[in-house]
């Protein structure tokens, strides 16, 4: 399906997904690990502004590289433990569109050697078959009604599509957002706003229900009425009901993808009668995984605190 408002002249051509290592469900691991000594550098604006516009350089690109490297042992990592996909955390180059120490990789010191590292995570990712993804910060939305916010978030967007497009990872995955003054107009904006992306963020660029506002019968006219896949969240959609039951929120899911589907999972923290039942567990309780959901081909980025260890619990749980 073509967009109706994307920045392009033809349809883009299904994103590519590398083949998993085994059948079943791939079980991804979001961005960190609490046992594997694999560790991604930050800083902060603040820190940066301490520093000579050189020196400020210097350390960014140490950074950079250093955080490149890191991908790569994360990516070797997962394949070692069996675990299919690999989120990418947003700040993979910190403070990459702050408004005053942001910065272009490629005019970093030893830049296209930093581009060049992300490139060959891409080329092991592919080799390996694991799938890599992104999904950015909350503040990251296109149906705020204030201009400049929804500037900050194509820049962000656009930063994280440029990654993307180096590793290979084909999703870019964001909530619809606020309800602001009508859902109706939140999301007309929103669609709006996907012809200011660039092809290899449009591309990439996929919608999530959320545990408060947007259902997945609220999204699912947008996907399918864009061409964005939908995310579907199942601790989200048991948080926030709407008329679907989970076999036909899975099912309508679905249909909005063209490539393998990317859905998350997570388990409440004290249980679905203890409070605040949207808070996450360290693991999953594999009840909670949908019955529908097993002997399909998805990606399920599961969401947990303890990391790789729910992971591992969970695909041992599962037999996968």
């Not at 079980?27 to 902060?44: A, K, M």
């Not at 960014?60 to 042992?73: K, R």
């Not at 705020?144 to 978030?153: G, Q």
């Not at 926030?240 to 859905?263: G, K, Y």
Request: proline share 5%; aromatic share 6%.
């Amino acid at each position: 399906m073509t967009p109706r408002h994307a920045r392009q002249t033809k349809s883009p051509s299904a994103l590519a997904v590398p083949a998993a290592a085994s059948t079943g469900l791939r079980l991804g691991l979001c961005c960190q690990f609490v046992d594997e000594p694999i560790r991604f550098r930050t800083t902060t604006a603040a820190a940066c502004l301490k520093l000579t516009t050189a020196a400020r350089a210097v350390k960014l690109s140490e950074i950079c590289q250093a955080n490149a490297d890191a991908l790569f042992a994360a990516i070797e990592c997962c394949h070692r433990l069996g675990i299919g996909a690999f989120r990418v955390n947003s700040q993979i180059l910190p403070v990459k569109t702050h408004p005053v120490v942001g910065y272009d990789v490629a005019k970093l010191p030893g830049g296209a050697a930093i581009i060049e590292r992300f490139k060959a995570c891409g080329a092991r990712a592919k080799e390996l078959g694991i799938r890599t993804s992104f999904h950015p910060d909350q503040f990251v939305v296109l149906s705020s009604p204030r201009e400049e916010v929804v500037d900050r978030s194509i820049e962000d967007i656009e930063y994280q599509a440029e990654v993307a497009e180096w590793i290979n990872a084909d999703v870019v995955n964001i909530h619809g957002g606020g309800a602001y003054d009508s859902r109706e107009s939140a999301l007309e904006r929103f669609a709006r706003n996907l012809g200011r992306l660039s092809l290899r963020a449009r591309t990439r660029l996929t919608v999530e229900n959320d545990d408060k506002i947007y259902t997945p019968s609220e999204l699912l006219p947008l996907c399918r009425r864009e061409g964005v896949p939908l995310v579907y969240d199942v601790h989200h959609h048991r948080c926030c009901r709407d008329e679907l039951s989970v076999e036909e929120a899975t099912d309508a899911a679905i249909s909005t993808w063209d490539r393998e589907p990317m859905f998350h999972l997570s388990s409440p923290k004290e249980g679905w009668n203890g409070p605040g039942p949207q808070r996450h567990h360290d693991f999953i309780d594999a009840a909670d995984v949908p019955a529908c959901w097993l002997g399909r081909t998805l990606t399920i980025e599961v969401e947990a605190k303890a990391k790789e260890r729910a992971v591992l619990q969970l695909r041992r749980e599962l037999n996968q």
